[in-house]
């Protein structure tokens, strides 16, 4: 397999959902991270389940619009609320997309934050040739 990524911005999407994972969960619980390829979607998945507080439902699709934060969280979380939306932003510009589950899939509590990207797409920086 092989494709072509902005390393720097894919790894600032991981490291921010991996903060954020950590952040809101409790002490001595688990992050899990999956990583997949689809060869017949030719699809590359990570995601990143955390054992934190989750999110309210009806907050879920507002957590990725700037200076939002769940209701669970705001007090207590010393963001800005920008990281989610610059990281789906990031995503999307490498043709992808991005998406949040809470409770986690199986689970009941903690978030799965999970992103896809295309394996076949070249994602070329303005300051690359």
């Keep these: 397999m092989m494709a072509y990524y902005d390393k720097k911005l894919i ?9 954020n994972a950590i952040k809101f969960s409790p002490a001595n619980s688990q992050v899990d ?7 017949s979607s030719g699809t590359l ?4 389940i955390d ?10 699709d507002e957590v990725f619009d700037s ?22 932003e990031i995503i999307e510009l490498h043709r992808g997309a991005m998406w949040v589950e ?11 934050f999970t992103f896809q990207i295309p394996v076949q797409h070249i994602f070329k920086n303005a300051n690359q040739p």
Excluded: W, Y
């Design 67 to 88: 200076f939002v934060q769940s209701s669970k969280t705001r007090s207590n979380s010393g963001g800005t609320g920008l990281g989610l939306p610059i990281s789906k």
């Design 102 to 112: 809470s409770p986690a899939q199986g689970r009941s509590q903690g978030s799965s």
């Design 51 to 60: 054992e934190g507080v989750g999110i309210p439902k009806d907050e879920l």
């Design 45 to 48: 998945t990570m995601q990143i």
């Design 11 to 19: 790894t600032q999407v991981v490291i921010n959902i991996l903060a």
């Design 33 to 39: 991270i999956l990583i997949s390829h689809n060869d």
